[in-house]
């Protein structure tokens, strides 16, 4: 028989509500009921929620008012078992056992593929809870409930979740569009000043690479971030899920088989830092490391022009980011500084070709291929001084 060639195309699409509401366990509030529908038996939806337990133990009595809220929704969605609490930080993401327990309990309660799993709390609670609802069953439907600005504004309304297994960060996800997001407001001023900023830095981030309008805003706004105001922070977050939509929803690849990851400027070091600082530096604060680098270099090659680094650097600190970390001056053995393995670990990542996003101007963005390692120590120093 002669070879045979078939090409399979398919195409699906996703949607998914993202809503910014208050209170969303207020039995009039149908934010959350409103996305459980009934399943393909007509049959009442059922759902178990997940709850990060730095925001339960800021929040008493949350969970009676969740089971309060689906017992005034029983017509609509079941509640399959009380609400389940979960090791809020980035720890989490490192047990692989905390997955096995989350399957177990799955198989437990006999959830189906049109249960849902509501998962309430900062990013990292979203991410390993996420990672195990999108393997039992192939993927369940999961609600997501960030409680952080760092969550709401980036985290929540992407489409990956991650685990940091064998050493390193995020080494291992899987891309799953969530079945809807809701971002409620009223759980932010819980959050400790240090939780509170870092959301600030994916802002930044996004700002640079896409929006001056959004910069001059962040720039406009960066003390009273830091002085807790909630009114400012809540139009910062609104902006920057935009942006992070927008580009998921327009780059032609929400799923990254390309070679770029342009929302992922300032994070190859970012990455590198978490991790050898076993996790003490957060996210969000290795982030603002993580542009401040990058936009030196920006600076250094000609991308960026002086006032407009000084305005980022000023930017971050007013929102009271420390800009130089001292894992930025650690040196191997081979005298190579160790920030820079952040930059194999993308390489691997995207193939063996690197490609990094670095501003070209503010909203602006290009892509490199190679970079120059000697430049990026000298950045790395003169860090030190800001
Ligand atoms: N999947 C993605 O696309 C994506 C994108 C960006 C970041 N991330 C990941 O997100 C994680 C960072 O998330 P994060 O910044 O939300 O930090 P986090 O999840 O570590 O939460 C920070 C701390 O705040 C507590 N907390 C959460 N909400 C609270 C509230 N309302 N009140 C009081 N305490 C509260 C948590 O218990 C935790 O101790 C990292 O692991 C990062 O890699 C994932
Ligand atoms: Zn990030």
Redesign the pocket.
């Given at each position: 028989m002669s070879d045979r060639f078939y090409k399979q195309v398919l195409t699906v699409e996703f949607e998914y509500p993202v809503v910014f509401t208050r209170n969303v366990f207020d039995p009039g509030n149908t934010s959350l009921a409103g996305v459980m529908l009934p399943t393909s038996s007509g049959r009442c939806a059922r759902a178990v929620v997940f709850v990060?337990?730095?925001?339960a133990?800021?929040?008493p009595g949350l969970s009676d008012r969740i089971q309060a809220y689906f017992a005034a929704h029983a017509t609509e969605v079941e509640l399959a078992e009380a609400p389940r609490e979960v090791?809020?930080?980035?720890a989490?993401?490192g047990e692989l056992g905390f997955v096995r327990d989350v399957i177990g309990f799955f198989v437990d309660l006999e959830l189906c593929r049109h249960s849902y799993v509501v998962a309430l709390?900062?990013?990292?609670?979203?991410?390993a809870v996420?990672f195990a609802a999108s393997l039992f069953h192939r993927g369940l439907r999961l609600v997501r409930l960030?409680?952080?600005?760092?969550?709401q504004n980036?985290?929540?309304v992407?489409?990956?979740?991650?685990m940091?297994l064998s050493g390193g960060?995020?080494t291992v996800?899987t891309f799953s569009p969530p079945w809807a997001v809701i971002n409620d407001f009223a759980?932010?001023?819980?959050?400790?000043d240090?939780?509170w900023i870092?959301?600030a830095a994916?802002a930044f981030k996004v700002a640079i690479i896409r929006d001056a309008a959004f910069f001059e805003f962040l720039l406009r706004h960066a003390g009273q971030f830091k002085a807790r105001a909630q009114e400012p922070m809540e139009q910062l977050i609104i902006r920057c899920a935009e942006l992070h939509l927008e580009h998921i929803r327009t780059s032609g690849d929400p799923f990254e088989f390309g070679r770029a990851r342009p929302?992922d400027f300032g994070h190859w070091s970012a990455?590198r830092l978490?991790a050898m600082s076993g996790?003490r530096i957060?996210?969000?604060q290795a982030?603002a490391t993580g542009i401040a680098l990058d936009s030196c270099y920006a600076l250094r090659q000609g991308w960026l022009s002086e006032p407009e680094y000084r305005n980022i650097c000023r930017g971050l600190k007013e929102c009271g980011f420390a800009l130089w970390r001292p894992e930025l001056a650690e040196a191997g053995a081979d005298g190579r500084l160790k920030i820079l393995g952040g930059l194999e670990s993308f390489r691997q990542h995207l193939g063996g070709q690197l490609h990094l996003t670095f501003p070209r101007g503010i909203g602006r963005r290009m892509e490199v291929s190679e970079v120059d390692e000697a430049l990026i120590a000298e950045c790395a120093e003169s860090l030190k001084g800001c």
């Open positions: 990060d337990s730095g925001v133990s800021c929040h090791p809020g930080g980035e989490i993401k709390g900062g990013g990292a609670v979203l991410d996420g960030p409680t952080t600005v760092l969550a980036d985290v929540g992407g489409v990956k979740n991650a940091n960060k995020n996800g759980f932010l001023p819980t959050l400790t240090e939780h870092n959301g994916e929302l990455h978490e996790y957060s996210h969000g982030v």
